[in-house]
T-cell receptor, first 114, second 115 residues
Framework: AQSVTQPDIHITVSEGASLELRCNYS??????LFWYVQSPGQGLQLLLK??????LVQGIKGFEAEFKRSQSSFNLRKPSVHWSDAAEYFC????????????FGQGTRLTINP | EAGVAQSPRYKIIEKRQSVAFWCNPI?????LYWYQQILGQGPKLLIQ????????DSQLPKDRFSAERLKGVDSTLKIQPAKLEDSAVYLC?????????????FGPGTRLTVL
């Protein structure tokens, strides 16, 4: 069974600073990997996903993520954060067999200092 | 296009009472998911439908939770009787078809508080 670990429960960065959110996964085969964002009172929105090919994936809102098989990681990055990026971020891994369901990490809450 | 609709947005009940949540997916989406998101945790899949059939309900507490998707469109999730530990946000999502690669579109959720 697949699993996801997001080591950082809460991160605070200043507006305009760079951001990296960590994600480590466990899965026996090549995974499908996702990053979702959840703003207060709203549902989750897909930022980006990886399933094959180029290991650097571009997403919406200026986010990117890099798949590193050797480290079982899929870290999310943004070169310069905006106050509107304050939200909860979830990494997820999808199985390519069976019910092909998503398993989410526990999330990282991002706070932006002005 | 309209997103995933859920109602109610908030619900407060006492333990041992019953409650039902409703979800209307994006038009044409064959796959529908119900997730439970406990405070401080990521969403956990409860049940997945493909049209009106159940694909996966391995994490649904079947002694108290039930779900249906009649006619393969909207869906209802019921809890009877509720326990304190059922306090959570219940998220509904839909995707065009099955498969982990398909983007899931989430509704705003129903926040349940069990007293």
């Amino acid at each position: 069974a697949q699993s996801v670990t997001q080591p950082d429960i809460h991160i605070t960065v200043s507006e305009g600073a760079s951001l990296e959110l960590r994600c480590n996964y466990s899965y026996g085969a090549t995974p499908y990997l996702f990053w979702y964002v959840q703003s207060p009172g709203q549902g989750l929105q897909l930022l980006l996903k990886y399933f094959s090919g180029d290991t650097l994936v571009q997403g919406i809102k200026g986010f990117e993520a890099e798949f590193k098989r050797s480290q079982s990681s899929f870290n999310l990055r943004k070169p310069s954060v905006h106050w509107s990026d304050a939200a909860e971020y979830f990494c997820a891994v999808g199985a390519i067999q069976g019910a092909q369901k998503l398993v989410f990490g526990q999330g990282t809450r991002l706070t932006i200092n002005p | 296009e309209a997103g995933v609709a859920q109602s109610p947005r908030y619900k407060i009940i006492e333990k041992r009472q019953s409650v039902a949540f409703w979800c209307n997916p994006i038009s044409g989406h064959a796959t529908l998911y119900w997730y439970q998101q406990i405070l401080g945790q990521g969403p956990k899949l409860l049940i997945q439908f493909q049209n009106n059939g159940v694909v996966d309900d391995s994490q649904l507490p079947k002694d108290r939770f039930s779900a249906e998707r009649l006619k393969g469109v909207d869906s209802t999730l019921k809890i009877q009787p509720a326990k304190l530990e059922d306090s959570a946000v219940y998220l509904c999502a839909s995707s065009p078809t099955r498969g982990a690669l398909n983007t899931q579109y989430f509704g705003p959720g129903t926040r349940l508080t069990v007293l």
